[in-house]
């Protein structure tokens, strides 16, 4: 082959330069046809005085390859960095995650030898938007941000992938029981999306008890989507019950961009010892082949990585105390396997698998007709719940009323229950006896900074076409 592939290669922290060294001695042993741009990344980079921990020409090498293939790295303790794998997705727009977790028993001590199955991550929004403030001495807020686009295009994602690697079912976890707008958003795309892909069967879990059955008995699941959080400890918990968080790839895929690595760390106490296990990088490193169109390279890498395990060729975190090899061994043992097939496993075979089409969210025109309703104000204040709520009654006219105080989310004023612990954290929420305008609003908190309230965040209450769009109070 001519015309070989760009891509960008960070080969990171702690035992990240070994396994990277091995997984690409694999993948070009195997013909590969790549051609890697080094770029440094991680904890060298922060300690330099970056706190991102990626410089600018590092930017634009992964601008112009579009791969990423990156090792684990380290972030240095203590306040101020900022974690690179997060930026690294929010920056490139790499919104889906797709964790393979599959059972490779009985090589892999595993109690599921059926399992075999994919959670499909939502990379961008949800809690993981790190925006987090400290509003008064004993309560600090983290706010989960989902919207309609980044629902759509994770959800989308999942459909077509189904489809194009042959799965069956797809489900839905999120836990919309409580947090009936935002999870209640991605249950409803979800269900909107899926009417379109009336071949495949499709459910959907309440997050707690869906991964208590996926522990239990993960081979009912096939492919899962869900939201940031939950699908970072799902999948967590997913690879290791497989056998081995060390044998878990990832990808990372955006509208242009796409980021290929393992989903364990740096494991800085291992470095330099020659006992890494290359397998998770690796496994990564054929989700990229397959990214990039060489799969048929993806196939024979993949097909001898599996008749190694089958002959028993182990790194020291598999082996659990039986015979072993060092990471250059290990990959050596892979190289050695090239054009085989297991005989025990499921060999695979990528070739001929259409490559994923890229998803591109086109923002919809909407004819929504917003109108303001209220607005809950919250206050700072260490003074008892009717003190606080009688005052602010006398001063919501005439343009509110107040409806309620509420403490961590539970109404308690009017009628609240003694036996409630409250905070320093209030929120008061007014409602319009009119429809309240900007200015009506300014001149409330106005008055609240008479009563000598300090007001440390508003939200807006709406009406979407004569709907309300806020949440009530626990009790309200």
């Known amino acids: 082959m001519t015309n070989k592939r760009a891509i960008t290669v960070a080969k990171g922290d702690g035992i990240g330069p070994e396994i990277m060294d091995a997984?690409?001695?694999?993948?070009?042993?195997?013909?590969?046809?790549?051609?890697?741009?080094?770029?440094?990344?991680?904890?060298?980079?922060?300690?330099?005085?970056?706190?991102?921990g990626i410089e600018a020409s590092s930017w634009e090498s992964l601008r112009r390859t579009k791969v990423f293939l990156k090792a684990p790295i380290t972030t240095p303790q203590g306040g101020?960095?900022?974690?690179?794998?997060?930026?690294?997705?929010?920056?490139?727009?790499?919104?889906?995650?797709?964790?393979?977790?599959?059972?490779?028993?009985?090589?892999?001590?595993?109690?599921?030898?059926?399992?075999?199955l994919v959670i499909v991550r939502e990379n961008e929004e949800d809690l993981y938007a790190g925006i987090e403030h400290q509003q008064t001495p004993e309560v600090i807020q983290c706010l989960k941000l989902i919207s309609r686009p980044g629902c759509e295009k994770i959800v989308r994602y999942g459909f077509e992938y189904a489809v194009r690697n042959k799965r069956k079912k797809v489900t839905c976890f999120t836990k919309d029981n409580i947090m009936?707008?935002?999870?209640?958003?991605?249950?409803?795309?979800?269900?909107?999306?899926?009417?379109?892909?009336?071949?495949?069967?499709?459910?959907?879990?309440?997050?707690?008890?869906?991964m208590a059955k996926m522990?239990?008995?993960?081979?009912?699941?096939?492919?899962?989507?869900?939201?940031?959080?939950?699908?970072?400890?799902?999948?967590?918990?997913?690879?290791?019950?497989?056998?081995?968080?060390?044998?878990?790839?990832?990808?990372?895929?955006?509208?242009?961009?796409?980021?290929?690595?393992?989903?364990?760390?740096?494991?800085?106490?291992?470095a330099g010892q020659n006992l890494a296990n290359p397998s998770g990088l690796l496994l990564g490193a054929?989700?990229?082949?397959?990214?990039?169109?060489?799969?048929?390279?993806?196939?024979?890498?993949?097909n001898a990585w599996?008749?190694?395990?089958?002959?028993?060729?182990?790194?020291y975190d598999i082996a659990k105390g039986g015979a072993s090899v060092?990471?250059?061994?290990?990959?050596?043992?892979?190289?050695?396997?090239?054009?085989?097939?297991?005989?025990?496993?499921?060999?695979v075979?990528?070739?001929?698998?259409?490559?994923?089409?890229?998803?591109?969210?086109?923002?919809?025109?909407?004819?929504?007709?917003?109108?303001?309703?209220?607005?809950?104000?919250?206050?700072?204040?260490?003074?008892?719940?009717?003190?606080?709520?009688?005052?602010?009654?006398?001063?919501?006219?005439?343009?509110?009323n107040l409806k309620m105080l509420s403490n961590r989310g539970a109404k308690v004023y009017p009628g609240g229950m003694s036996e409630t612990f409250c905070t320093d954290h209030w929120r008061c929420r007014f409602l319009g006896n009119k429809a309240p305008t900007q200015a009506d609003i300014r001149n409330l908190l106005a008055r609240v900074e008479e009563l000598g309230f300090e007001w440390i965040k508003l939200e807006n209450l709406y009406k979407f076409d004569g709907q309300k769009v806020y949440s009530m109070g626990q009790g309200e």
């Open 23 to 52: 997984t690409l001695h694999i993948l070009l042993s195997a013909g590969a046809n790549i051609e890697p741009e080094f770029i440094d990344i991680g904890e060298k980079v922060y300690l330099a005085g970056n706190s991102a």
């Open 306 to 315: 599996l008749k190694t395990l089958e002959d028993g060729v182990f790194t």
């Open 349 to 400: 075979d990528y070739t001929g698998s259409p490559s994923q089409r890229p998803i591109k969210y086109v923002r919809k025109e909407n004819n929504i007709k917003r109108e303001l309703d209220g607005v809950d104000v919250f206050i700072y204040s260490t003074k008892p719940t009717d003190e606080i709520g009688q005052a602010l009654e006398k001063i919501a006219a005439p343009d509110f």
């Open 180 to 210: 009936k707008m935002t999870d209640g958003l991605f249950h409803k795309v979800f269900d909107e999306i899926g009417a379109e892909y009336p071949d495949l069967e499709k459910e959907h879990w309440i997050i707690d008890i869906g």
């Open 215 to 270: 522990a239990d008995t993960p081979e009912i699941f096939d492919v899962i989507i869900m939201p940031n959080l939950y699908g970072d400890i799902a999948s967590d918990v997913a690879a290791q019950i497989a056998g081995s968080v060390g044998l878990a790839g990832s990808s990372n895929i955006g509208e242009e961009c796409s980021m290929f690595e393992a989903i364990h760390g740096s494991a800085p106490r291992r």
């Open 286 to 302: 054929i989700m990229m082949l397959q990214h990039i169109d060489q799969n048929d390279i993806a196939t024979n890498v993949h």
């Open 326 to 347: 060092g990471t250059k061994e290990f990959a050596e043992a892979v190289v050695a396997r090239l054009g085989q097939k297991p005989s025990t496993l499921k060999a």
């Open 80 to 116: 101020g960095y900022k974690s690179l794998n997060v930026t690294t997705r929010k920056a490139l727009g790499l919104f889906a995650n797709i964790r393979p977790c599959v059972s490779y028993n009985p090589f892999v001590q595993s109690k599921h030898p059926k399992m075999n």
